[in-house]
Each structure stands twice: as C-alpha cells, then as structure tokens.
C-alpha cells in the first residue's frame, strides 16, 4: 500500500533532470522528500526543497471548520515548479547576512528570525543576492507557500482534518475540532523541531507567521494561472499562525494581512530560490 508521501511525492523520474540549478547552491542527494540543495552563507547552512509544478484549490471549503470568509476556494495553475526553505530563515542564516538581529527570543540561533518587517525581509534578500549573484532569492508567492504548506492535501492542516501541539507550535488552550488541549510554549521552537509535511517542509503550520510576496486582496473566484497578487495596496501578506495563536489560524487556508512597516513579535519568512 503506497503511503501519503509517497502519493504526494515530490521525487522525480529516474533519470530526470531539474527545470534550472541554482548557482551557489550544492546539489544534494535525493531523499525521502525528494531533491533538495544547500545553501551556505557563512557558517549558516539552509535546505532547499523541489516543489513541482502542479494544480491545486486554493482557499477552504464552505463547511471547514473555523475559515475565514476571505477564503474563496478557487482553482489555481503553478506552471513551474521552485526551490522552497525546508524551513523558516534561522538567526543564523539572518546573521551571516545582516549584521543585528531582530529578535525577541534569541538564545539560540537555530531560532526562526522574528520581530522582522516585510521590508526588513526585503532588506536581508536584497543583500544575500547581491552577494551570491544567481540565486535568486525572494519571497513565496501566496499561492506558492499554500501550494507548499498542503504538499498535495485539501484537509484543514497537511497532517489531516485536526493537529496536536506535537506537531504544530499553537496556543495549545485553543485547539482545533476534534482535538485535544495540549502544553502552550509561549514562544517559538527552534526550526526542524516538529514533524514536516509530505514534501520535508518543516513549521509551515504554526511557529511564526511568514511573509510572502502579494499584496493583499480578495482572492477571485475563477482559475488562476501563477497569481501574484495586486501591483499595489496596503497591506502584505502573511501565512502559517504562531505560536501564540489559536490552531485554527495555523491551517493551510488561514490568510493574515498587516502594513510591511511593521515589526510583530511573531513574523519572520522563509525563502525561494529561483525565478519569480
């Protein structure tokens, strides 16, 4: 019997050969999840998954549990694949690039960034391209970090219809349906410390809330082909909940919006390399 990974794989062919490469970043032996690259900046070392091009439903259905109205289920078209973070920008990644660190919870660098703006974020990508010219780093598109997140699923979460604070980083005092109450750890967890979905990738429930590239807007409701949001608004994007939040906004649909100016406790990012 073929397991979720492996219906939801993102390894390729034998004999295959990646859409690009990045230049800079080191070619790694497929796994379990597929291809994956290293990238070094310093000391600091960040994993690269393949996400392949694929279709999926963006939004939630009508009678998920918890959706927020902004939600719109719609069908969406990636038409080429990227090279995804395995997990949120580390302190030790953010160090090797800009010299002061933001964060509140910075005991330990394995820590994700936080306390970081949209333009902060921009700021640090602007830098780790100029100095490793080609690989083309940036942020996820909305759809791409929800195309990620679900890693081929259309439950509320990528582990399934519920979670557990053994998989997800939630104010455990307020689980989802059909789940248990669990611990409240009031702060982050070092990155890669919980389970990852289908396709390796690591806090993409929970954790800290992620940036990503669009301007926020009403989703539409017909199909989309690579969408990317308005050319201008207000308010940026954000995706994934935290560690303070209830789960229900850690699910795969959850939309969550502020001005890029500003600096939250709970906000850092993850990185694409290659093309937008």
Request: aromatic share 10%; hydrophobic share 35%; charged share 20%.
């Amino acid at each position: 019997m073929m397991s979720s990974r492996d219906l939801h794989s993102t390894r390729l062919p034998d004999g295959a050969e990646l859409p690009f490469a990045i230049p800079g970043a080191e070619r790694q032996a497929d796994d379990a999840f597929g291809p994956r690259l290293t990238l070094a900046v310093g000391h600091a070392r960040q994993t690269f998954r393949w996400i392949p091009p694929g279709h999926f439903q963006m939004g939630s259905p009508v009678d998920e549990a918890a959706r927020g109205n902004a939600e719109i289920l719609h069908e969406v078209t990636l038409s080429r694949g990227f090279w995804l973070a395995d997990t949120a920008c580390t302190q030790a990644l953010w160090m090797a690039v800009w010299p002061v660190n933001p964060s509140h919870f910075a005991d330990d660098p394995r820590n994700p960034v936080e306390n970081v703006a949209w333009h902060d974020a921009q700021r640090f990508i602007g830098e780790l391209n100029r100095r490793l010219p080609g690989v083309q780093a940036r942020l996820p598109s909305e759809a791409e970090w929800e195309y990620a997140c679900r890693a081929g699923t259309t439950t509320p979460f990528s582990f399934g219809t519920t979670v557990s604070t053994d998989e997800v980083n939630y104010h455990g005092a307020f689980p989802y349906p059909g789940g248990e109450p669990g611990p409240s750890r009031q702060r982050p967890l070092p990155v890669a410390s919980l389970p990852p979905n289908a396709w390796g990738l690591h806090e993409m429930h929970g954790n800290v809330w992620e940036w990503c590239e669009d301007w926020y807007a009403d989703y539409p409701q017909e199909p989309q082909v690579d969408p990317r949001g308005p050319s201008f608004g207000k308010m940026r994007v954000l995706r994934g909940g935290t560690w303070s939040d209830p789960a229900r906004y850690a699910r795969s649909a959850t939309r969550s919006r502020i001005e890029p100016v500003y600096r939250p406790r709970s906000t850092g990012f993850r990185l694409v390399l290659g093309p937008p």
